[in-house]
């Protein structure tokens, strides 16, 4: 069975500053990767996902994150924090033969300071 | 704003009851996907259907029950509640069954009292 793990629950960051988001998986084959960020209140949005290629993916609002097979991880970065910034963010795994079900970390929650 | 709509936005129910949760897909979308948000459980996949058949299950308690209808509407009809089933329920949608992300809406927020 395949699993997500976020190993902090908050993350706390200066605004300007480089921010990471830890998410590490455990599944059988190849992985689909993704991660959500959730506002107060609101339903789950989609920023970037890994499929294959490139390591490292880019996506919504200036993240980015990168794929290392090796060591089972899929961390979410961000070369400088906005204040806007501070939600809950979620990474979730899709076996490649396990339909479209997906199977999410624990959240991390992000507060970025002014 | 993603697309897909859920009605109610809150559900204030007693023990006992049976409530039924409304998903409307993106336009185009034919999957249908529930999720369950909990504080203790966290966010649980519970059931998916594709274009009105039954795709993948999760872990949905035999309480619970969900239809997709042929103009791709989907409900989530949740009985017997116990106050454990007090929760954050989402519908997601996808193009195909094996599509690729999901696209989420607001959620319904279930009390049971």
């Known amino acids: 069975a395949q699993s997500v793990a976020q190993p902090e629950d908050q993350v706390n960051v200066a605004e300007g500053n480089p921010l990471t988001v830890k998410c590490t998986y455990s599944v059988s084959g190849n992985p689909y990767l993704f991660w959500y960020v959730q506002y107060p209140n609101r339903g789950l949005q989609f920023l970037l996902k890994?499929?294959?290629?490139?390591?490292l993916v880019k996506g919504s609002y200036g993240f980015e994150a990168e794929f290392n097979k090796s060591q089972t991880s899929f961390h979410l970065k961000k070369p400088s924090a906005l204040v806007s910034d501070s939600a809950l963010y979620f990474c979730?795994?899709?076996?490649?033969?396990?339909?479209?079900?997906?199977?999410f970390g624990g959240g991390t929650r992000l507060m970025v300071k002014p | 704003d993603s697309g897909v709509t859920q009605t109610p936005k809150h559900l204030i129910t007693a023990t006992g009851q049976r409530v039924t949760l409304r998903c409307s897909p993106r336009s185009g979308d034919l999957s249908v996907y529930w999720y369950q948000q909990s504080l203790d459980q966290g966010l649980q996949f519970l059931i998916q259907?594709?274009?009105?058949?039954?795709?993948a299950k999760g872990n949905i308690l035999e309480r619970f029950s969900a239809q997709q209808f042929p103009d791709l509407h989907s409900e989530l009809n949740l009985s017997s509640l116990e106050l454990g089933d007090s929760a954050l329920y989402f519908c997601?949608?996808?193009?195909?069954?094996?599509?690729?992300?999901?696209?989420f809406g607001p959620g319904t927020r279930l009390t049971v009292t």
């Open positions: 890994y499929i294959t290629g490139d390591n």
């Open positions: 997601a949608s996808s193009v195909v069954p094996y599509g690729n992300e999901q696209y």
């Open positions: 979730a795994v899709r076996p490649l033969n396990a339909g479209n079900m997906l199977t």
């Open positions: 259907y594709y274009n009105g058949e039954e795709r």
